[in-house]
């Protein structure tokens, strides 16, 4: 089992929706997750990220954490064509060995055509 | 304000050849990383450093050797290319080691 799964989609949303992208995650041993967003030929973003089960918002994007299920959700409002990019969830190793190691899914590809 | 900065952009090497991969960073981060992007495998950790003159193997070290001199930078070395080594490299760098990473643009890298 991959330690951290994500839907590789690809995800198509008409301009306006809303869009939800999920991950789950195998160990419990982490400090935070985070979301980013890639576009093409670009590195990863920086979206959101979060130490704690519950919500947390930043404009049109939400990023919720649920620890006792091991499920990393990002919501997206009003979802714009700028938007189209591919979404990696991410998780930070706690401990151990490679410290600062960051565990990818392995992305989504979204598309929000006009 | 620059944030990560990795050149080049592109590269095209023959077996064997040596070559660095530079990054550079403008924010003061202690901690700084090299990942590999290859289709199907998602971001794999290469090298890290937790501060100047500290450097660690990640998951995929094989084949690359890093230093770090300066807080600044944190070039990664390929010893003798081979064409597994074909991806998209990214630099990242956080305040410390438990705080979110920044990426460059990556290096496009071909090996033929």
């Known amino acids: 089992q991959k330690e951290v799964e994500q839907d590789p989609g690809p995800l198509s949303v008409p301009e306006g929706a809303i869009v939800s992208l999920n991950c789950t995650y195998s160990?419990?041993?982490?400090?935070?997750f985070m979301w980013y967003r890639q576009y093409s030929r670009k590195g990863p973003e920086l979206l959101m990220y979060?130490?704690?089960?519950g919500n947390k918002e930043d404009g049109r994007f939400t990023a919720q954490v649920d620890k006792s299920s091991k499920y990393i959700s990002l919501f997206i409002r009003d979802s714009q064509p700028s938007d189209s990019a591919t979404y990696l969830c991410?998780?930070?190793?706690?401990?151990?060995?490679?410290?600062?190691?960051?565990?990818f899914g392995q992305g989504t590809i979204l598309t929000v055509h006009p | 304000n620059a944030g990560v900065t990795q050149t080049p952009k592109f590269q095209v090497l023959k077996t064997g050849q040596s070559m660095t991969l530079q990054c550079a960073q403008d924010m003061n981060h202690e901690y700084m990383s090299w990942y590999r992007q290859d289709p199907g495998m998602g971001l794999r950790l290469i090298h890290y450093s937790v501060g100047a003159g500290i450097t660690d193997q990640g998951e995929v070290p094989n084949g690359y050797n890093v230093s770090r001199s300066t807080t600044e930078d944190f070039p990664l070395r390929l010893l003798s290319a081979a064409p597994s080594q074909t991806s998209v490299y990214f630099c990242a760098s956080s305040r410390t080691f438990n705080q979110p990473q920044h990426f460059g643009d990556g290096t496009r890298l071909s090996i033929l």
């Open positions: 979060t130490y704690s089960s």
């Open positions: 991410a998780r930070n190793n706690a401990g151990g060995t490679s410290y600062g190691k960051l565990t």
């Open positions: 160990n419990s041993a982490f400090q935070y």
